[in-house]
């Protein structure tokens, strides 16, 4: 029952076109039945979750979970909500993720543009570090951040995040500078822009989709990682991760507040879901850029 | 006072060694070819006079100052790329004026320079487009436009048209050559393309595995090609080889052609006779180029009866593909007087214009 098309491939009947979407649309709902369910949820009162539908719309509509969730839910002994532990996480996840992607478009430029006796080795051992656990650089990490005095605080943070994440920027950037003609640097050079100059006004305004890649990888592991932030600080110094499981897992009457518990899981959720809806149509075209540009 | 002077250059990468001893030296407002086929170092060679290769042995020298030590930046050069090489991000505009910008030129002073740029090249209605916007030709022309901002001693140009189809490049040869008459500024021009070293080029420097062949202008390299290889590299259709044998002494050598159908002796004049004896060898590579390999008038001495396997009409000429001695070889003749395949066709050698190769060398011997 194939039939040829206009452009010339043969697709399926209509009972195909059924199952397809059929599938499609299963997949969807599959994905996105969490999401309702935890939204709805989070706008419910105790009461109406209490008395059992699942899947039902908040009657009445409550913002009570939203407002304990950021301002007063307890999060062990600290009863201010995750107001704080946002602000934390902000606070070392953006200077992380700017710093990972300048250096990652620094050495991945003079990786490909600058070459230097070794620098394939260089490359080779940077690459190393993409396969690296999280786990292995837990305790060197932490004597390393004792000796220089950054434990327990966000800017030993930031420092983790950004030496973790240069290795996965280098290759992102690398291999993105690759595909782009040696002649245009050999060009700044004769016009007489110098390495940084080069730089500035050559490679950097080219690069817009590959640092796009960059800064949602290294956003979205670094907001949303939970061991370094778990090791590494305490108390206030907490990431907002760290600071959600605290939520999730104290509760002063035994009764579980599954409406704060929903809102401060989306509020943690909420700015990864920000950038990539604010960056992630540079994603693909970042992704796919260097595998078809001559 | 030469504009560029390449003393005793060589270049290593390595262990390879890509470029032997390399001595050019450039006169004001010269146009010099570096031409050869891919791998020759013709392109790093130009890389090297740009600053944008170090130097491995001997010296350059623009304008009489060593610049071994010097960045491109430093040097006073322009140059224009095979990829065009425009700043994606930029517009006509501002990739003409970054050169002068690099430099700290003013704003306004670049604005006249990139306007007086654009009116020579005619390329004022593309200022604002971005190089995406732009056709192959428009791009280089954008290109040569960036070199010429700068006003510079030496323009340097990388096979600037091997990108282009073949209509736009003779069209931009003959532009470039233009620009140079107008410009009498010095340029070094590589290619790969002998069409264009022979058009373009005031002298040319012949290259390949890494030695300057021969360096000459265009005539004394076609008409006296320093060895088979320059003779081989330079002419379209090549020039014929035959290998052949002499007889006879000094002051009376003699060689022998034969072809499919009947075979020839042909006396060789006094000058390359003596030459020839000096040498001594017996068996040598006569070299004769398609135009002295054509029909004989009337039935003349020394023609040589062949048989001809392929006609090649051409336009203005036509050309006959045979064999002497056992060699395939290229005759040209008049489209009005062409034969068909197949016909028997005598061929006379102007034994004038032929030179001579030893065998094994393939060096030049008259």
């Known amino acids: 029952m194939a039939t040829r098309t206009e452009d010339g491939v043969a697709r399926g009947g209509p009972l195909a076109r059924v199952l ?50 950021w301002s007063s839910a307890c999060t062990g002994s600290d009863c201010t909500g995750l107001q704080h532990y946002f602000w934390n996480s902000v606070a070392f996840t953006v200077p992380a993720v700017l710093l990972s992607t300048a250096f990652g478009a620094l050495n991945g ?8 006796r070794g620098s394939e080795i260089v490359f ?32 030993g943070l930031t420092l983790v995040h950004t030496v973790y994440g240069v ?75 760290v600071a959600l499981n605290n939520l999730v897992n104290t509760s002063s009457t035994g009764v579980k507040r599954y409406n704060v518990d929903m809102a401060g899981a989306i509020i943690t959720a909420l700015p990864t879901l920000v950038v990539y809806i604010v960056a992630g149509r540079y994603f693909m075209r970042g992704l796919t850029a260097g595998a078809v540009k001559g | 006072m030469a504009v560029l002077n ?39 060679l130009l890389n090297m006079i740009a600053g944008l290769e170090t130097i491995t042995e001997g010296q350059i020298t623009l304008d009489g100052r060593s610049v071994n030590a010097a960045s491109p930046r430093e040097r006073n050069i322009a140059m224009v790329f095979q990829f065009y090489a425009l700043y994606p991000n930029m517009n006509v505009r501002r990739n003409i004026e970054f050169g002068l910008k690099m430099r700290g030129v003013a704003k306004k002073e670049r604005g006249a320079t990139v306007d007086r740029v654009a ?8 200022l604002d487009r971005k190089p995406a916007q732009l056709s192959g030709g428009q791009r280089q022309r954008v290109a040569i436009g960036r070199a010429l901002a700068r006003d510079p001693a030496l323009f340097l140009f990388d096979e600037p048209l091997s990108n282009l189809d073949a209509k736009l490049r003779v069209e931009m040869r003959t532009e470039i050559k233009q620009l140079h008459q107008r410009l009498a500024t010095a340029m070094v021009y590589v290619t790969h393309d002998q069409i264009e070293a022979m058009t373009l080029g005031d002298r040319i420097a012949v290259m390949h595995a890494g030695r300057v062949q021969q360096l000459g202008t265009p005539r004394e390299i076609y008409d006296d090609p320093a060895n088979r290889y ?21 002051g009376d050598i003699t060689v022998c052609l ?44 020394g023609a040589i009866a062949c048989r001809i396997d392929v006609v090649e009409p051409t336009g203005p000429d036509t050309y006959l593909h045979t064999e002497i001695n056992a060699e395939p070889v290229t005759a040209r003749c008049l489209p009005s007087a062409a034969p068909v395949a197949g016909d028997t066709v005598a061929l006379a050698v102007d034994v004038e214009r032929a030179v001579f190769f030893d065998c094994d060398s393939e060096a030049r011997i008259a």
Request: neutral net charge; contains cysteine; proline residues 5%.
């Open chain 2, 230 to 250: 320059v003779a081989g590299f330079i002419g379209s259709p090549a020039m014929n080889f035959i290998e052949c044998e002499l007889s006879g002494r000094a």
């Open chain 2, 258 to 301: 034969s072809g499919s159908e009947g075979e020839s002796r042909l006396w060789l004049p006094a000058a390359t006779t003596e030459k020839l004896a000096a040498h001594g060898a017996r068996r040598v590579v006569m070299g004769v180029r398609p135009e002295h390999l054509v029909p004989a008038v009337a039935e003349r001495a």
């Open chain 1, 124 to 155: 080779g051992l940077l690459l190393v570090g993409t396969f690296v656990p999280f786990q292995m650089f837990l305790l060197p990490m932490a004597r390393v951040l004792g000796m220089i005095g950054l434990d327990n605080s966000v800017a």
């Open chain 1, 167 to 241: 290795a996965f920027t280098t290759l992102f950037c690398r291999n993105y500078y690759v595909a782009i003609p040696d002649e245009l640097v050999k060009a700044a050079r004769i016009d007489g822009a110098s390495f940084i100059s080069t730089f500035r006004y050559v490679i950097l305004p080219i690069s817009t989709p590959i640092l796009m890649v960059c800064v949602i990888w290294q956003f979205t592991q670094i907001w949303n990682d939970f061991l370094f932030g778990v090791v590494f600080t305490s108390g206030d110094a907490h990431p907002i991760t």
């Open chain 1, 20 to 69: 397809v979407y059929g599938l499609l649309l299963f997949a969807a709902a599959y994905f996105l039945l969490p999401l309702y369910v935890m939204l709805t949820t989070s706008f419910k009162t105790l009461g109406q979750i209490s008395g059992g539908n699942l899947f039902a719309l908040p009657a009445p509509f409550s913002l009570t979970g939203w407002r304990d969730a």
């Open chain 2, 119 to 126: 009116r020579m090249l005619q390329i004022e209605d593309l």
């Open chain 1, 109 to 116: 430029y003079v990786l490909t543009k600058w070459r230097f």
């Open chain 2, 6 to 44: 390449i003393e005793n250059v060589s270049k290593t990468f390595g262990e390879t060694r890509v470029l032997e001893d390399i001595n050019i030296a450039m006169a004001e407002g010269e146009f010099l070819i570096l031409v050869g086929p891919s791998g020759c170092g013709k392109s790093t």
